[in-house]
């Protein structure tokens, strides 16, 4: 996936690098079963090791200027913790691990809601373990005694549902196999259905710890794009012409700086009959057309280009997003409709999947 892109030097380690590192695709071999199975400590798990090697590098090279960028992919699923983290929130934890179901638990037969917050507590325990090693790596950084001088950024590219919205279990929604797994592309009913961006997907942690900034809280809204012009900022590197994001450096030193007018939140731009890569390794056909959010000031846009599907929400006065008043405020839904058009034109989306997009329909 061009992770390794442009970096001088690369490390992954092996373990979680496919969606389900438990359950073996049909035809897909999983070496991640094989490196799970000599796991027996915490320090064996993917997001510890991935820290350790961190803090190694940073032991080698820290005198030197330097851009670190570590991916732990935890939180993400399979959440499998030593049980002591998920013990934190479910006291009469069993151990298992809960995988989620990419669609609503009510239509799993025999799921219960148990299950599912079973599952929501190995995933705050997987939290909870790289927030402890996130702890490590900035205490090595003080303890090299470049805390002064170094910025850090914190940052994820998504959130997960947990039973919100009439059920939702996952990140998106597909037609799976009876035990709630994935179907692999080439096999008939794999299709991503109907999948919703609410805030519990897209409004994303973002933290930033720069010399010189005192803490304190922004208010307006960026984009993840804004990422790679912001670390070229704080470093003085020129932002080349092309890049799309903007710097959040002036307004780490200045409160008053406004942020966007609006955010676009999206899986890639494509029409239902595409074929689209998401979740994990496979190709597998859309069903519905893709919903994209759109969010500016306290109002949130879940666009679709299909008919009595888009909806309106104020964040302000129904943050869990519960009161769909998109046929109450059809100007306002408008007016952020005319943005989505606005972001996708400037950025030159292809006519096919702009064409479908030009209307908002009640």
């Keep these: 996936m061009n992770y390794d892109r442009g970096f001088q030097t690369f490390f992954m380690n092996t373990g979680q690098d496919t969606l389900w590192s438990l359950i073996p695709e049909p035809g897909y071999h999983n070496e991640s079963l094989d490196i799970r199975d000599s796991w027996h400590y915490e320090s064996d798990r993917n997001a510890p090791k991935t820290f350790m090697t961190a803090i190694q590098w940073l032991e080698r090279h820290y005198k030197e200027d330097f851009f670190l960028y570590l991916d732990t992919w935890d939180p993400h699923e399979p959440w499998d913790a030593p049980s002591y983290y998920t013990e934190i929130y479910m006291p009469e934890y069993d151990g298992e691990i809960v995988l989620p179901l990419y669609g609503n638990w009510h239509d ?37 005694g470049i805390a002064d001088k170094t910025a850090v950024i914190f940052t994820s590219d998504h959130g997960f549902y947990f039973g919100e919205h009439g059920g939702l279990f996952g990140k998106m929604s597909s037609d799976k196999y009876p035990d709630g797994t994935l179907r692999p592309y080439d096999e008939p009913g794999s299709q991503w259905s109907y999948s919703p961006l609410f805030e519990e997907l897209v409004h994303l942690p973002l933290l930033i710890r720069a010399p010189g900034v005192s803490p304190g809280v922004r208010n307006g809204l960026s984009s993840a794009v804004d990422m790679m012009p912001t670390v070229l900022d704080l470093l003085g590197v020129a932002i080349p012409d092309f890049v799309q994001g903007r710097s959040l450096a002036p307004a780490l030193s200045d409160a008053s700086r406004s942020g966007r007018d609006y955010v676009v939140s999206s899986i890639p731009f494509a029409n239902p009959g595409d074929a689209v890569q998401s979740v994990d390794n496979f190709l597998r056909d859309l069903k519905d057309p893709p919903v994209t959010t759109v969010t500016a000031g306290h109002w949130s846009l879940l666009y679709s280009p299909d008919p009595g599907v888009s909806q309106l929400y104020n964040l302000a006065s129904d943050p869990q997003q519960l009161d769909n008043v998109i046929e109450r405020h059809w100007d306002k839904a408008r007016e952020m409709h005319r943005m989505l058009v606005e972001f996708m034109r400037e950025n030159e989306v292809p006519e096919r999947l702009l064409r479908p997009r030009l209307e908002l329909r009640l």
């Design 108 to 144: 799993m037969p025999g799921y219960t809601e148990a299950e599912m917050r079973k599952g929501h507590a190995t995933y705050c325990g997987e939290i909870t373990m790289v927030d402890t090693w996130v702890g490590h790596i900035l205490r090595s950084v003080e303890n090299m």
